[in-house]
């Protein structure tokens, strides 16, 4: 059951002060879609009565059966702290029905609900995310557009004056605090005019929501502040890009399945088993948790961000990296995600890649403790490491050919973000880029 019933949604929205609701949903590529209401309509939202037209939305129906259904989920009532004065506006985030009440199957947020389904099958209670989203801030010009001037010259963890960034980044955590985050750290990343915001572990659902509310806030804050906040994979060459590290752990009835203190490592075998899944469905994932052209451009070698297919207690070259903290705080961390991921799908395709290893019993390899960057090729496949999918093409490839990955989506989800993804690739393939102009036009 709920925290909030409707009668509680409607005396908020009277004690608060509220006079818009803004029904928020994520469309198949990511992309936060709201419909905004008066607050008169509040009832009608909250008995699952607001349609809107579904042929509009990316990824989700044709044009011929265009009516949706939108199903409030009453406990992600928040008030935007920034609007103030006459008109307050609040959120609730939702659920997509089609109009004979049926969950839409095309829904990112139903696609993660039913992996949990399957999660709660294998007698598993709790599936939680701790993301570490990051995004660049950029000046703003005349007209209000986005350029590529950074607004500082910081490095890792740097402090003002170095760090300009540091007093839209401290608005931007009172926000999300007053907005009911717990925010466990905040500071500027390794490139410069790069930060990081790291929020309190959740379930998957209220994680994968989190996330996209995060993106909102950051966006809005920095606007404020005369910056731009991108969480684009690969912004600027020769520096690093942004991830999205996410850090996962299964629980059963209030224990962590993962923690093992009878083993030499900690780690206990439903944790093996889930490291193993996620090796196996790596390179099939990736299309989703990567879903950009830009993404591939941040997974290559120097820059922090995995290009292969291992995992490791120590080492932060892998795909997967054991924390060193146990008990309740053992996780795994998957370091190749972006912030460009539609976090519900991507969230999705790692759970329904972990489980597979644990319905299997499948072993992981060796853990690889050497720095992989230094190693070559031949020593990689010796070694049984794998590249991941070095573009968004072959990504595709190899998600079209993985059962786990395509049952997890559904046919309908499947098959439009193949063909939007497509769209995308062959207009990067065909477009001719300033580099290659500088490379040819006057060699050739």
């Given amino acids: 059951m709920g925290r909030y019933t409707k009668e509680d949604i409607l005396r908020f929205a009277e004690e608060q002060n509220v ?14 879609k709201n419909v905004e209401i008066p607050v008169d309509e509040l009832q009608k939202a909250v008995d699952n009565e607001m349609m809107f037209d579904g042929s509009s939305i990316e990824g989700f129906v044709r044009i011929e059966e265009s009516d949706m259904l939108l199903y409030p989920d009453l406990d992600t009532w928040v008030v935007f702290p920034w609007t103030s004065g006459k008109g307050k506006v609040a959120r609730l985030i939702c659920d997509i029905y089609n109009p004979d009440g049926t969950p839409f199957e095309g829904d990112p947020r139903r696609i993660l609900k039913k992996q949990l389904e399957e999660m709660h099958k294998l007698g598993f209670t709790d599936f939680n995310i701790g993301p570490e989203p990051e995004f660049f801030l950029f000046k703003l010009d005349e007209k209000g557009e986005p350029t590529l001037e950074l607004n500082d010259k910081g490095g890792y963890f740097d402090l003002a004056p170095t760090d300009l960034g540091e007093n839209c980044r401290r608005d931007i955590v009172l926000e999300l605090e007053d907005m009911g985050f717990e925010i466990e750290a905040s500071h500027h990343e390794v490139a410069p005019g790069q930060h990081e915001i790291d929020f309190k572990y959740a379930d998957a659902v ?49 224990e962590n399945a993962f923690y093992d203190p009878s083993t030499e490592s900690q780690l206990s075998e439903t944790a093996m088993q889930f490291i193993a899944g996620i090796l196996k469905n790596a390179q099939a994932f990736t299309a989703l948790t990567n879903p950009t052209v830009n993404s591939y451009k941040r997974l290559v070698p120097g820059y922090e961000a995995p290009c292969y297919v291992a995992w490791s207690m120590k080492n932060r070259s892998p795909l997967i990296r054991i924390p060193a903290k146990r008990k309740l705080s053992t996780r795994i961390e998957v370091r190749s995600v972006d912030p460009s991921a539609n976090p519900y799908l991507a969230m999705a395709a790692l759970l329904a890649s972990g489980l597979d290893g644990v319905k299997n019993s499948l072993t992981p390899p060796a853990p690889i403790d050497r720095n992989i960057y230094v190693m070559d090729k031949e020593e990689r496949e010796s070694a049984g490491i794998p590249d991941l999918p070095s573009n968004l093409k072959e990504a595709m490839e190899v998600m079209k050919k993985n059962e786990v990955i395509t049952k997890a989506l559904g046919e309908h989800a499947l098959a439009n973000f193949l063909e939007a993804k497509e769209i995308e ?20």
């Fill in 425 to 444: 690739w062959d207009m990067f393939r065909t477009q001719v880029h300033p580099w290659e102009r500088e490379q040819y036009l006057n060699t050739y």
């Fill in 19 to 32: 006079k818009f609701v803004r029904l928020q949903f994520t469309d198949l590529l990511g992309i936060i």
């Fill in 206 to 254: 209220t994680t994968a929501d989190n996330i996209q509310t995060f993106k909102l806030v950051v966006k809005t804050i920095a606007r404020q502040h005369g910056l731009h906040a991108t969480f684009m994979p690969k912004p600027l060459f020769g520096v690093n890009g942004n991830g999205m590290h996410a850090n996962m752990s299964l629980f059963k009835d209030g």
